[in-house]
């Protein structure tokens, strides 16, 4: 690699795979970040990036150039000795043994393994929502035997998760806290990651269940929606009430949720001042000026039908979330549909973007 | 047509259209009922029925040998003088003169159309649910002017409607009135007709948005659920709240809906409780032998992943409905999934099995 | 079991599998055989059938009542001793060492895999075009060592070669000996197994290219063609030249594939004489009143959009092959589309009919 | 619109249709044209082009700023009087008086209808291989009455066509006349435009039937693969055969095409002199340095698996080509597969292409 004076190194784990193919798009030409190192399972090993993923590729664009000849190394602390930051996509079965791993080493780890999200010293960051949780980061080090002076692992949510987080975020920050929140899921195929699911088994079908993610959005939306107490040393969990219904359905990426929701406050708000409220959020990576923050954290749309995977998952890169079809719910007190790019801001999105907010707020150095 | 001296003569309006194509293939070989008069658009009048469906015949199974040559009328009164019954599988634009000038004449429509759906004299019948609403076809004929001594409108609902009734009923009659419900559903393709969606419209995408539909699922429910009072004169809609949010998705025939609900009765029923009265629940169309009747109303699955609308939508060909992943709601009591067949129990079956209904109560003689 | 006392017990092997489950249905009520025992790997010995399916069972017919409880045995031969007939739908991996091991048991093997399909002394059996193939049993048991007095292997060919095979044989009849073929095929993904291919490569695409599906195509199709010699100990090949493009799309099941092709004889014959002649193809199962012989060995489309895979795939209970859009071609002579069933004629479908033709001609008893 | 001082002003006619929005899209910040006149049919006359597409706007980017605002004219000449270039979308239907009508007022029309492809005074090009063609545009001028000074018609051919195009003639320039061509198809469903095809016919289904397709790929490819004779005045088609299979497959866009071809020269190119030719093939848009040709014109895929329509279509935006799996074929001499983006290089890309190189040539002036 040639030295990059003002960038910081980082290493991605879990390269070859779904996740990790976002990340090297997403780095190729950071301002703020370098790919220095490539790690991956054993079997790739020795190889350049390159033939590690013969075959695998599967994204639209090209290996960038400078990546493709790398070599592959092994996920092992010494070998990312020279990194920054450290930005995994391992599955969770390598996650549970390399990330703390990683993490002793005095490395830092932004996370997609379900591993550590509700670890009570781990922020479970989604960056259009609580980076404020960052803050636990020198708890965190502290915390841990040996204490740490640099390393810590940040989490990012579950995909169907972060979708939502922004617009129940938005409505808190207006109204004041939720009661209960009612999601049904279609999700895309890309969640899965590759080679995921079986084409038999989605193809003109609905698969009504996707394995512990319900259980995820109910218990993973209450931590990042809550708050972290005085001292920064602990997170205090959200309130409402979560119920999820997660289905698979035969897209390639874009999540679909619709939501139910009720307020606390009586009367509730307006539908005309829910769109106000969501259209107006605003979150830290943007206020920060990071790089990969959108310019609307929450598009809200007009039209009866949108917004839709297919035509709306791409807009802003996928690091935004869009809001669609907000009406009075008979039950709660309105619905509406939401729509996040499952592989960007639902996956290496949210790492990249957790990074450069913690690079602004200090947490890097 | 050869004479079938027991048998019902029948009608078919809109004979080549999606619902039409599966009145002819349902009451090909139906022991109560023979097909006599086939009507159609004025260009199709004139033609064989084969010539009618030239490149429109949409099913696996090939046009019935005896139906093929038979010729297409025009969808007036006089046509049809020798029908016992009549099919309509009319849209709305046409059904809203045909039918009512087919009643007039005397003419018993069993009517897939929305038109008459809300009406105070017409019963909206899902078969599975609450063929006690055909008693009100004595009031429906004397109410109208001039009287009529055998005509009547009776309507099937809406398809999305259709799946969610049979649960919902059976629960109403196992642990009394419901307080809310909540749905999410995710549509089948076939559910908009021929031609229907433009593929370049729900290929690789979830649209979330069908006209009018979460209306009609928040209306038709209420009055399917309902009774009819003392002196069957009127409709006494049922108490409860809905909530329905619609969606599209790329699957060819089966509605998936996502259902959370609670009951009036505290402590609400435990799951075994629900599952078992959904398992138990039989309807009148069993009780009375009809044919189309399923020999299980609720098919209740346990598997984890079950029902999914390619592997379960041809479940007794159609006529009943599949529930799974019964399961304590966080935020109401209950949440299951409700699979059903939107092409058969959600349209063409419903009307049929209406007739039987009907017939076996003395409605059509 | 019950014992039964004119039907021929039959067991399969890789019963647990897409073929091995399609067998079963095939299997379950069929005049001429009875299921005696069912193999699978290890991992599913001493289950039930229906806890060695759980979660894998993907018909939309359920497994049949009396199959379910059946235990589940290890594919070594001592275990179907009582079969008088074995199916197997084993992949060519373990099929490589079981199969010969059960011939060597005098065990009559009817096979998916594609290990013996070249085997100079298997017969490689499409059931439509060259049963006359089987004569070469007593051959195939004499050449072995030690000899054998009731075991063969008789393969049947891959699914994309018996495709094409009805309408190339039945053109060979009436016109003489083909000169040149050309193929390309738009392959289902139901060809490929399960889990086979992940939903991620073929949703929204297609990939052209299967493993050695053209070398496939090339091969079997000259010794399908061919003959037999005077003294039945030989294949003589077909002499035509075959050239295969082969295609995965995104259907479920059914195999389309474009054929152009040329006849030796000048001139060639007409569309029409072609037409008729497939349409008037008859094969030796019809003649011999096999029970899953189609009434209709090729059946020929004349609207000029058919046959298609969604609607004319389970014509005749996928037993036939569809032919449309019969037409001169400018560069060969004459060119066409085939449907055909690729889980049924294409898998199951042709072991079962060879097997009932190989009964008729006494080669079981 | 602001005065641009070095553009030309062009129109677009149908804007609001399918290849219209792509139009737009490549416009919208074009180095040497500036969208002027927006045309469309009367209803979205007077609306501006933000309402005009309000429902009927499927792309993934947003209509550009500048352009939603801008407001609709009817598809008369005069109102286009300002416009140097006019590129029309139009279907064959108004296609066939507007497109005449617009170059009796002298307006230079690039046409992506089908009337006046084979007209022996309109060049049909593919911009990557036949802009010698525009030189008879001095012809087409001259011969009509009146003549014209500025007027004329070029054609860009179907989409199916176009996609082969390269390749071929690649081949030619490099070995010498083609000899015979067999093409198969597995088009997008993009290809049909919009609303286009209904997703009940194309959903888990190939249709073996394009009308027309056939015929224009068998002609259309004899024009443009052959020479303009001397005096510029006339077209002389190439010499080799054609035949062609087209169907449809459920893919958005990128169509995919298995060629197999032969040589008139003996012994035929090896394998990787043809891998060569098509890899080194360069066109006059390239040389020219226009704005939308490809680094590329082909790209010669050696994964044995692409290109695939997903994966591929959207390399150098869809403005080039995509060959793989070249190969022998034992029919004809060579086969691979080709891979073109039907909305870009297969339509609206052609007509940019073809009018930026009639720009450096003069014919714009």
């Known amino acids: 690699m040639a030295p990059s004076t003002n960038k910081l190194n980082v290493g991605i784990l879990g390269a070859t795979g779904t996740v990790g193919q976002r990340f ?15 790690g991956a399972s054993s079997s790739s090993t020795g190889k350049t990036y390159k033939e590690a993923v013969l075959g695998r590729w599967k994204q639209s664009r090209a290996v960038p150039a400078h990546v493709a000849d790398q070599e592959m190394k092994e996920c092992v602390a010494k070998n990312f000795a020279q990194c920054d930051v450290v930005f995994s996509g391992l599955d969770s079965g390598p ?98 990651g590759y080679p ?6 989605v193809h003109d079908n609905v698969v009504p269940y996707i394995g512990s993610e319900e259980e995820k959005i109910e218990s993973e939306s209450k931590k990042i929606l809550g708050s972290i107490n005085g001292p920064k040393t602990a997170f205090d969990e959200a309130q409402c009430t979560i119920s999820a219904a997660c289905n698979r359905v035969p897209v390639l990426d874009g999540h679909m949720e619709c939501v139910s929701l009720s307020f606390q406050r009586r009367p509730p708000p307006s539908v005309e001042d829910v769109k106000r409220a969501l ?19 929450i598009t809200v749309h007009e039209e009866v039908d949108r917004p839709q995977p297919r035509l709306d998952r791409d807009h802003q890169n996928g690091s ?43 947490y890097l150095s």
């Open 24 to 38: 090297i798009l997403l780095l190729a030409e950071h301002p703020n970040f370098t790919i220095h190192t490539l």
């Open 95 to 192: 996650a549970s043994t390399v990330e703390p791993e990683f993490r002793s080493a005095n490395l830092r780890v932004f996370s997609n393994a379900r591993n550590y999200r509700m670890d009570p010293l781990c922020p479970l960051v989604v960056p259009l929502v609580n980076t404020s949780h960052l803050d636990l980061i020198p708890h965190q080090r502290a915390s841990l035997s040996p204490q740490l002076n640099q390393g810590f692992i940040v989490c990012n949510a579950n995909c169907s998760t972060t979708g939502i987080m922004p617009p129940l975020k938005a409505l808190m920050d207006a109204f004041g806290p939720l009661d209960k929140v009612l999601v049904s899921t279609l999700q895309a195929i890309s969640g899965a």
């Open 196 to 201: 995921g699911l079986s084409a038999f088994d």
């Open 279 to 297: 259209h107006d959020f605003r979150c830290e990576a943007q206020e920060l000026g990071c790089h990969s923050a959108p310019a609307q954290a």
């Open 320 to 362: 935004g979330v869009n809001v669609g079809r907000v009406r009075p719910c008979p039950v709660l007190d309105i619905k509406f549909v939401v729509l996040s790019n499952n592989v960007m801001i639902g996956a290496a999105t949210s790492s990249v973007m957790n990074a450069e907010v913690a690079l602004a707020k200090g």
